[in-house]
């Protein structure tokens, strides 16, 4: 069983920055993608961020430039970097793993980010 535990979020001032941090804990694959999804209130979930286990990443277009996703592959864990922030970005913030040999997916609990103008 897998289990994704996220960390970082809190309150801070447009223009300020914040660092998120997911640790996977369990049965983990090392070939995978983990990523960073967003759930404003009254909105759909969205993908801000992805990262394969080989590096390769996407960004939302509305956090381009702003925003750095990194992994850790040993430690399992996934960081987002958010300098830049803007009241819009104020969501909570969900951890995601994906597996596309095992076809697993697992999501963390989320962690709240709010930003005041």
């Known amino acids: 069983q897998v289990r994704l535990v996220e960390s970082g979020g809190g309150l801070a001032q447009a223009g300020g920055s914040l660092r998120l941090s997911c640790a996977a804990s369990g049965s983990i694959v090392g070939i995978n993608v983990m990523g960073w999804y967003r759930q404003a209130p009254g909105k759909q979930r969205e993908l801000v961020a992805a990262?394969?286990?080989?590096?390769?990443?996407d960004y939302a277009g509305s956090v381009k430039g702003r925003f750095t996703i990194s992994r850790d592959n040993a430690k399992n864990t996934v960081y987002l970097q958010m300098n830049s922030l803007k009241p819009e970005d104020t969501a909570v913030y969900y951890c995601?793993?994906?597996?596309?040999?095992?076809?697993?997916?697992?999501w963390g609990q989320g962690t709240q980010v709010t930003v005041s103008p």
């Open positions: 995601n793993l994906d597996s596309r040999f095992t076809r697993s997916n697992y």
């Open positions: 990262i394969s286990s080989g590096g390769t990443m």
